[in-house]
């Protein structure tokens, strides 16, 4: 089993910066894909960004310029550095991650955080 813990959100002005954190533990593979999501209220959850085990990424479109994912294997984390942000960009934010060989990134993924709240105010 793999767990996924999510840190970082906050309340945080419009303008504003946030650094989400992802901590994996468990039985890892060395053929991964990650990545991040958000769900506003009242909203689908939605793709952020994806980063696989070739350290190729995939940027939702709105995101690009904005968000920057990076990854610390020595640690096994996995971070969202969010710049500019907006008051849409609140949402619960969540760490995913698929396992396997091969593995498409993106996929569908096999491990979820509970999530971590950011808020915007504009």
């Known amino acids: 089993q793999v767990q996924l813990v999510e840190s970082g959100g906050g309340s945080v002005q419009a303008g504003g910066s946030l650094r989400l954190s992802c901590a994996a533990s468990g039985y890892t593979y060395s053929s991964y894909c990650m990545g991040w999501f958000r769900q506003a209220p009242g909203k689908e959850r939605e793709g952020v960004v994806y980063?696989?085990?070739?350290?190729?990424?995939r940027y939702a479109d709105s995101m690009k310029g904005r968000f920057t994912i990076s990854q610390d294997n020595a640690k096994n984390t996995l971070y969202l550095q969010m710049n500019s942000l907006k008051p849409e960009d609140t949402a619960m934010y969540y760490c995913a991650a698929a396992y396997g060989f091969p593995v498409k990134c993106p996929g569908g993924m096999q491990y979820w955080g509970k999530g971590t709240l950011v808020t915007i105010s504009s």
């Open positions: 980063i696989g085990s070739d350290g190729i990424t």
